[in-house]
């Protein structure tokens, strides 16, 4: 898989948006980009994931660039509950059933 | 939907003992995986299973691990001889064959080794 770039901590205040940015360079034509979240003392859960196009869901928004070498998290609006560790793994779609590989994420810090 | 769970949440033990966690993943998921987590940073893969076959170990995973899926249900992950390097999360993933499998995890188990 291949690697991707995070900030080390971001912080936020509540209820305004937080945008999480991820780096992925050497991005291949076949790799999905997902984003999980640690919450602490908890396990990661999967938040959302696209390949081109921007994506959203309940949980938060995808925007990826047009040449694919980033893309952004975005949380609409950041409640205390959002605070955790933010990881940006790229996928291959063609390894189903190989590991996530997780690097260190990004630290989120949410005030109230 | 129950989840993955995971049993025990705790454990301490001392060196050199034995220990084993079981995980039991979303039933119909037939991929399972076992990861490792130490403190500041990411998880680390361990192994993986479709159904009752593991069929891939990370070199993280010495002599001392094993890990089995009877049945391709539940699994579970021992850890022989103990030490204290070995003090870490231990988290259990299950997923569907499928493109984009997504992974769900468990809460993991917290193993300290005195």
């Known amino acids: 898989d291949a690697k991707t770039t995070q900030p080390n901590s971001m912080e936020s205040n509540e209820e305004e948006p937080v945008h999480l940015p991820c780096n992925h360079s050497t991005i291949s034509g076949t790799d999905y980009i997902h984003w999980y979240r640690q919450l602490p003392s908890q396990g990661p859960e999967y938040v959302i994931h696209?390949?081109?196009s921007n994506v959203n869901n309940r949980m938060a928004s995808l925007a990826i660039a047009e040449d694919r070498k980033s893309s952004t998290l975005i949380l609409h609006r950041a409640t205390l509950r959002d605070a955790a560790v933010y990881y940006c793994?790229?996928?291959?779609?063609?390894?189903?059933?190989?590991?996530?590989?997780f690097g260190k994420g990004t630290t989120l810090s949410v005030s109230s | 939907d129950t989840g993955v769970s995971q049993d025990p949440r705790h454990k301490i033990t001392k060196r050199g003992q034995n220990v084993t966690f079981r995980c039991d993943p979303i039933s119909e998921h037939n991929r399972l995986y076992w990861y490792r987590q130490t403190l500041g940073q990411g998880p680390e893969f361990l192994t993986y299973?479709?159904?009752?076959?593991?069929?891939?170990k990370s070199r993280l995973l010495s002599d001392r691990f094993s890990a089995e899926r009877p049945k391709g249900s539940f699994s579970t992950l021992e850890i022989q001889r103990t030490e204290q390097g070995d003090s870490a999360m231990y988290l259990c993933a299950s997923s569907l064959v499928s493109g984009e499998e997504t992974q769900y995890f468990g809460p993991g188990t917290r193993l300290l080794v005195l």
């Open positions: 793994i790229l996928r291959d779609w063609g390894q189903a059933g190989t590991a996530l590989i």
């Open positions: 299973f479709q159904n009752e076959a593991q069929l891939e």
């Open positions: 696209g390949l081109t």
